[in-house]
């Protein structure tokens, strides 16, 4: 059974930092796919940042130059270093692993709370 456990989010001012982490029980997790995505309030859950196997990084363009994807294959977890945020990051984030074209699990989310 795959489990994917985020931790990390809470409650910061605009223009602060927090630091997302997702650990994957999941042996191939070097080969798969890992991202971000989030769903504020009333909203589609959409993707922030994917990152590769290869280390090939994308991001939606609202966050592009204040969140940074990256993965510790020793440590089967990904993270999302958030900066200069703002009130309009508010959501549930999830963090999801894919492999191949058939495997791709959800981890249960992590809340983050920008005040203004």
């Known amino acids: 059974q795959v489990q994917l456990v985020e931790s990390g989010g809470g409650l910061v001012q605009a223009g602060g930092s927090l630091r997302l982490s997702c650990a994957a029980s999941v042996s191939t997790f070097r080969i798969g796919t890992m991202a971000w995505y989030r769903q504020a309030p009333g909203k589609q859950r959409e993707l922030v940042a994917t990152m590769a196997s290869n280390g090939t990084t994308n991001y939606v363009e609202s966050v592009k130059g204040r969140f940074t994807i990256s993965r510790d294959n020793a440590k089967n977890t990904v993270y999302l270093q958030m900066n200069s945020l703002k009130p309009e990051d508010t959501a549930v984030y999830y963090c999801?692993?894919?492999?191949?074209?058939?495997?791709?699990?959800w981890g249960q989310g992590t809340q983050v709370t920008v005040s203004s």
């Open positions: 999801k692993y894919t492999y191949g074209t058939t495997k791709q699990y």
